[in-house]
C-alpha cells in the first residue's frame, strides 16, 4: 500500500492550498482517508477524515469551514481543500488509511498505513 501526499508549499495568511493524496496498492472501499499535521515540537494533530464508501466527513473543530475533505473513487484520490489559511497551520501535513470498523473518529489511532507528508507553511 502506497500513499503519496503532495501539494504542499508556501502560502500568504489567507491564501489557499489544495493537497492530494493518491492511494495505491488495495482497495479502499471500507477505510477512512484521513488528513493529519504535525508542526515542529507538537503532537501529530487530527485534520479531517472521509469514509470513502460513503463519503462521510469530520473534521477537527478548527477546521470547520475553512478546510474541506473530498476524494475521488475513480482516481483513487483524497484531497484536502485548505482556505483561509493561517501561520498557525504551518504544519507537515499527512494522509493516512485505516479500517473502518478500527478507525476511531478523530483521532490517529486505528490508521494503517502513512503517507510521507507533505510541507504546508503559511506566512504572515
Known amino acids: 500500500v502506497q500513499l503519496q501526499a503532495s501539494g504542499g508549499g508556501l502560502v500568504q495568511a489567507g491564501g489557499s492550498l489544495r493537497l492530494s493524496c493518491a492511494a495505491s496498492?488495495?482497495?479502499?472501499?471500507?477505510?477512512?482517508m484521513g488528513w493529519f499535521r504535525q508542526a515542529p515540537g507538537n503532537e501529530r494533530e487530527f485534520v479531517a477524515a472521509i469514509s470513502w464508501s460513503s463519503g462521510s466527513t469530520y473534521y477537527a473543530d478548527s477546521m470547520k469551514g475553512r478546510f474541506t475533505i473530498s476524494r475521488d473513487n475513480a482516481k483513487n484520490m483524497v484531497a484536502l481543500q485548505m482556505n483561509s489559511l493561517k501561520p498557525e497551520d504551518t504544519a507537515v501535513y499527512y494522509c493516512a488509511a485505516g479500517r473502518r470498523r478500527t478507525v476511531v473518529t478523530g483521532t490517529s489511532n486505528g490508521y494503517d498505513y502513512w503517507g510521507q507528508g507533505t510541507q504546508v507553511t503559511v506566512s504572515s
Open positions: 496498492g488495495r482497495t479502499f472501499s471500507s477505510y477512512y
